[in-house]
C-alpha cells in the first residue's frame, strides 16, 4: 500500500495549492481527483465564466464603437466557436495544473476518494493510507425541489450548451445568477431573472444593488424580483414553460438554476470519521483547519467561510505551512475583496453603508456617480458609481464600492490600502492617474452624509 506524509482530495483551487505547498517543504505529498484538475474554478466556474463575460462585453464595445467612427456591419456571434475555444483553453489550463503538480512532486490519484478512518483512504480501486488528510472536494450546484426539476439546467451544465437559446429564465439572487444574466443578455438572448426576495446581490451594499438594477434593466435584462417558480413543464418543441408563484407565466428556451451551492460530500466516507458537520451543512473545522478527527483537515468551500477561489487559495496555503514549515500561519478574512462580473462590473472592499452604520457611532459617505469617459462619444446611457465609507472617528476607511468598467482591477488596489490601514487623508492625499475611473477614488472632497 502506497503511503504518503499527506493526501489531498480534490484537486481544485484550494487541494492543488495546499499540495504543492507541502511538497515544496519536503513532504511526500498525494492528491486524488474524481472529475477535472483545477476543480471548479477552472473547468466550471471562473475562468470560463470570465470568458463568457468577455464574449458578451463585444455587443455593447460594437455598438459603443459607431461613436467613435466605427463602422461594423451586423456583427454575428457564433455560439460554437466560442465554446470551442473556451474548450480548448480548458483543456490547455488542465494541462498546466497537471505539470505543476507533477514538476512539484506530488503524485496524481485519478479516482474518487472515499474515506476508510482517519489515515486510510479508497481511491478508486486503490488503497492508500497517509498521515495526515486534507478534504478540499469543494461543492456542487444546488437546485431545490419542484415540479418540472428535471427540465432546468444548472451552472454546470450552462459552459456545455449545444446551442444558445432565443430566451432564457434565470433563478436566483447571488452572484451566479447575476453574473450569467448580463453573459446571456450580452450574447443577445432575451434575458428573465427571476429572485424570490426584494432585491438581489444580497450582502453587497444597498445603492449599488439597486443602481445595478437600473444598469441591468436598461440593458434590457427582465428583473422579476418577489417571485418564485412553482413549476416548470417543457413542450414538444422543447420550450420551457415557467409558472411563477405572482401567477406569472414565462417561456424560454432553457432555465437556469443559480440557487447556491452545497458541500460535495456524497461517498466520501465521512461516516468512518469523527469529522462533524455545521448547521449549514459545511465541514466543521477549528482555527487551524483540523476537523474533529485529528489529524484530518478541510478547506475551500467544503469549510464555506467564503466561497471565493483566492480564500481557498489562502487556506491551502497556510494549512500546508502549518504542517510542514512554519507554524502560526492564518488567513485574514477581515477584508476580502471581491467582484460580481455583471455588466458594469461591481467590486467591494470592507462593510457596506448599512453594516457600516451599525458598527459605527459615526459614518461619512463619499460617493459619485457619473457616465464614464469611454463612453462620452457613445449613445450609452450606462453610469458608474463608486463609494467610499468612513469611520469618522478614525478616519479609517472601513468599505469601497464600485459598480462600473473593470471595478474588480480598480477595488484590487483599494484593497491593499485598506489592509494596510488607510484613512481618508491618506486616500486624499495620494496623487491620482488621470484621466481615469481610478482616480475618482482619490478626489472625493465632500461627504454627501
Ligand atoms: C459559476 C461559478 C463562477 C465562479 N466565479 C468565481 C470568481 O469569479 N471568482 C472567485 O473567486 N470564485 C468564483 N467561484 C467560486 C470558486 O470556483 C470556488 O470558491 C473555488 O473553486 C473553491 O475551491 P475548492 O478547492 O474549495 O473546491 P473546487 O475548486 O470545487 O475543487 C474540488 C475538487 O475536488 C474534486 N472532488 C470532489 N469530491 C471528490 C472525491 N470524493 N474524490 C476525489 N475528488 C473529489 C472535484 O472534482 C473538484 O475538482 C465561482 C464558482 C462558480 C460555480
Ligand atoms: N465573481 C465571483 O467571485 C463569484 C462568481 C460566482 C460564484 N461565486 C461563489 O460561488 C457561490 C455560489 O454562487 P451562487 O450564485 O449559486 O450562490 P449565492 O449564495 O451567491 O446565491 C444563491 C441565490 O439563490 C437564492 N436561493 C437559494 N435557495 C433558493 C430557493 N430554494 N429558491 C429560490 N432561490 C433560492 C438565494 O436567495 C441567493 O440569492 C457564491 O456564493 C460565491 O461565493 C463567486
Redesign the pocket.
Known sequence: MQHFDLLV????????RASRIAASLGAKVAV???????????????VP??LFVYASHFSDLFSQSRGYGWALSDPQLSWKTLRENKDREIERLNGVYGRLLDNAGVTLLE????LLGSKRVM?GDEEVSAERIII????W?FVPEFPGREHVID?NDVFYLDELPEEIVIVGGG??AA?FAGIFNGLGVKTHLVYRRELFLRGFDREIREFMVEQMRAKGVVLHFNADVTSVSVDAAGVRNVTLDNGQQLSAGQVMYATG?RP?L???GLESTNVRLTDKGTIDVDDKFETHESGVYA????VGRA??????LAE?MALARNLFGEVGQAVNYDLIP??V?TQPNIATVGLSEEDARERYEQVAVYQSSFKPMQLSLTDSDERCIIKVIVDVASDQVVGCHMAGPEAGEIIQGLAVAMTAGATKADFDRTIGIHPTLAEEFVTLRQAVR
Open positions: 482530495i480534490g484537486a481544485g483551487s484550494g487541494g492543488v486524488a481527483e474524481e472529475r477535472y484538475l483545477g476543480g471548479t474554478c477552472v473547468n466550471v466556474g471562473c465564466k470570465k479516482g474518487h476518494a472515499t481511491v478540499a472536494v469543494g461543492g450546484p451552472s452572484y451566479i453574473e451551492r460535495l456524497d461517498n466520501l478547506i475551500g468551500d467544503v466561497e471565493l477561489t483566492p480564500v481557498a491551502g471581491t467582484a462580473f
